[in-house]
């Protein structure tokens, strides 16, 4: 067996304890031990919150410096220095190092974070947060001076000049560009003015997704709460799930999964409350267009207001420094595109200012029930883009859009709204001209400009509430939610097919009409039922694409012969397991297709049932047929080609069907499909698995982070709950003292630092 640095592992059934010697510490003492589990799971505990943050950034530190280390050279801006300016940078939505250097610069020159640290809670950080985000990163500086950059076990960064401390403002700038997620963040090249078309980028960046459901105790066979837990982020780089358990005895228990370099656990669950998120379709930032007046002015109200113009200075690999100017106003920063003489764009980003989030997450953590979770929702107010899904012990669902979401009404859009003058940017566009377009302000908002809580999209339940990335309106069709601005969605729209097939499966566990069983869930049908691996998309075409089977052997002008292929889709059961053959051929002819070609268009009336059938009428529906067996055909692949042949992580083949084709636990690969049957590695897709019961005993919990607990190849956590997500395993979950102690490969060690 291998010992991981200071680790002693078990002798036969007795746990040993590693104690890393005293060191010292500029502002204080701190204190931790870490339990590791199957897996390489981290227990952490600490006597306060200094000490378990302490223990989580050593913990995290063993597991991942590499990834953190690198993505502290993006927050700093000095991407270009050590990497060169024209290479791809490792943002989530990856651009040229230059643009991401100028970005990240102009974030810490408008002094956010200084300010945002200047105020108390809940505008600005706690105590305790603070005490944590401060311990987080002396313990993973502990780890970095004990192992020494020359010894790193992680070959990606061993020995780099680019590794180093980190500070506390590398920490909240993480916290603060996590809340600019789908914001300000994604937006660098219209920000700076440096987007570069030329830049070959074949696949669209992967979107963040998810599913969740919250049971209550009508649809559970125990009559407590559950949870499943199924958010979709990529699989590489800073927004990859960890798994952990935090504990301060008596103060704060909680299981589940943060994202990387976050000192929170963002999913998961205490002994009473269980929580998770998906990405909501509300509005976080508006465009406003400028009424120029010459030079860099623009008028409000009739008077002109100078633009601001903010210096950023890069530095690039041979020393010399490139300093760009970027235009800001009092909305926020100036864009370029869409700029003429007449007119400008400027983004208002509600997370702007915006590190309430994790403040918000520690309180769910220490909730005890559902009404605290929402008293913490309420007082915080700091989710920046995701809907909050949860239940506790009494078998209440909850669902809330607390999403930060700007005030614009919807009298205020109609009034105020304009095209957008950027393809694809799918915000309101405002009359900045005037103050009549401002943000409005509710009177229990915690800021100005965005919604309170008295405004939010929100439904309990005693049976479920679910949700796939929909807007809120279909959270339950028993009772369908509308009323609320146009800020937060639409309704009386196309689920599309992953939310649908979501909500179908529970119907069907409620039904007992699954095959699982009697109706009502467990923990075992939940295990169950969110593995069946359902294709939507094919179940709901079937029987229209065996009907242009019959009456169509080939393709007028193709000369394919599809008579093999209608025999393998005939055979296939719709289901995109590892051994599913016609999985793979289904997503050919799909994704040939351009667009869904569906019989019956949606009805609003019947959101689960409408779109429906495959429009074989259409001449485009059988030449997507031809065309997918010729690609076959011509480059030798098996028309029976499996998902677990065609697609995989690591080397590890992997089950599972994409969006598009209404697949619940959905994959996403890094492009298409090869002449050599095979697909560039999954990137996105279900991350971190939970599926927890609450029950008067505590919880029961079961997991796997598909991805596994370490980017770090040399590491025997690098893959090892990859392979048990390829074959449908689930880890069993040790929440208590006496579980964690069980555990046959428990390794310990408790670290110091004096102050």
Known sequence: MKLRPLVIALALLAPAVATVPAAEAADGGYSATIRRTEYGI????????????????????????????????????????????????????PVANLTSDVYYKSVAASGVVRRLLARPAPVGPSAELRRLVDGYVAGYNRYLKDTG??????????????????????????????????????????????????????????????????????????????????????????????????????????????????????????????????????????????????????????????????????????????????????????????????????????????????????????AGNLDELRTAQRTYQGMPFVHTLATDVSGTAYFADTSVVPHVTDAEAKRCAEPSPVPGLDAYVLDGSTSACLWGRDGDAVVPGVFGPGSQPRLIRADYVANSNNTYWMTNP??????????????????????????????????????????????????????GKRNLTFELMRSDLLKLCRTHRSSSGSGADVREACRTLEKWDGRATLDGEGAVLWREFFTRLGRPMWRVPFD?????????????????????????????????????????????????????????????????????????????????????????????????????????????????HHTDQTALFSRGGWVTERFTTAEVAADPQLEIITIHEEP
Not at 328 to 341: E, F, H, I, K, N
Not at 664 to 687: I, K, M, N
Request: hydrophobic share 35%; proline share 9%.
């Open 42 to 93: 981290p227990h952490i505990t600490g006597k306060d919150y200094g000490g378990l943050g302490f223990g989580y950034g050593y913990a995290f530190a063993q597991d991942n410096l590499c990834t953190l280390a690198s993505w502290v050279v993006t927050l700093r801006g000095e991407r270009s220095r050590y990497f060169g300016p024209e290479a791809e940078s490792d943002d989530p939505k």
């Open 149 to 366: 950059v020359a010894n790193l076990p992680d070959p990606r960064c061993r020995g780099k000049a680019w590794v180093g401390p980190i500070t506390a403002t590398d920490m909240w700038n993480n916290l603060l560009d996590l809340g600019r997620m789908v914001s300000s963040s994604s937006l660098k090249e219209a920000i700076t003015g440096m987007a570069e078309p030329e830049r070959p980028k074949p696949e669209p960046p992967p979107a963040a997704g998810s599913n969740a459901w919250a049971l209550g105790r009508q649809a559970t066979r125990g009559g407590g709460g559950m949870v499943l837990a199924d958010p979709h982020f990529p699989w590489r780089g800073i927004r990859r799930f960890y798994q952990v358990q935090l504990t301060i005895p008596g103060v704060l228990d909680v299981s589940g999964a943060s994202l990387y370099g976050t000192p929170v656990v963002q999913i998961g669950h205490n002994a009473k409350v269980a929580w998770t998120h998906t990405v909501s379709h509300a509005q976080h930032f508006t465009v406003y267009r400028l009424k120029l007046a010459g030079g860099h002015s623009y008028l409000v109200d009739g008077r002109a207001e100078p633009m601001g113009e903010q210096e950023v200075p890069v530095t690039l690999p041979d020393g010399t420094v490139s300093v760009h100017t970027l235009l800001t106003s009092r909305y926020g920063p100036v864009l370029a595109p869409g700029r003429t003489d007449e007119a400008a764009y400027a983004l208002a980003d509600a997370n702007a200012a915006n590190l309430r989030a994790a403040d918000e997450w520690l309180a769910l953590a220490r």
């Open 478 to 531: 028993a009772k369908p939610l509308t009323g609320y601005p146009k800020a937060y969605g639409e309704t009386g729209t196309d689920l599309q097919p992953r939310p649908r097939v979501s909500l179908d499966m529970i119907a069907q566990r409620l039904s007992g009409t699954d095959g699982l069983g009697a109706p009502g869930f467990t923990l075992e049908t939940l295990q169950a039922t969110v593995h």
């Open 604 to 716: 609003p009336a019947r959101p689960l049932t409408t779109p429906s059938g495959l429009k074989i009428d259409d001449p485009a529906v059988r030449q997507a047929l031809a065309d997918a067996v010729l690609f076959f055909r011509s480059n030798r692949i098996p028309l029976t080609l499996t998902p677990g042949q065609a697609q995989s992580y690591s080397s590890i083949p992997l089950p599972g069907c994409t969006e598009g084709e209404g697949c619940f636990d959905r994959v996403r690969t890094g492009g298409p499909l090869g002449t050599d049957g095979r697909y560039p590695e999954v990137d996105t897709g279900s991350s971190f698995m939970m599926a927890v019961e609450l029950t008067p005993d505590g919880p029961r919990t079961r997991t796997v982070l598909t991805y596994s607990l370490s980017a770090n190849p040399a590491s025997p």
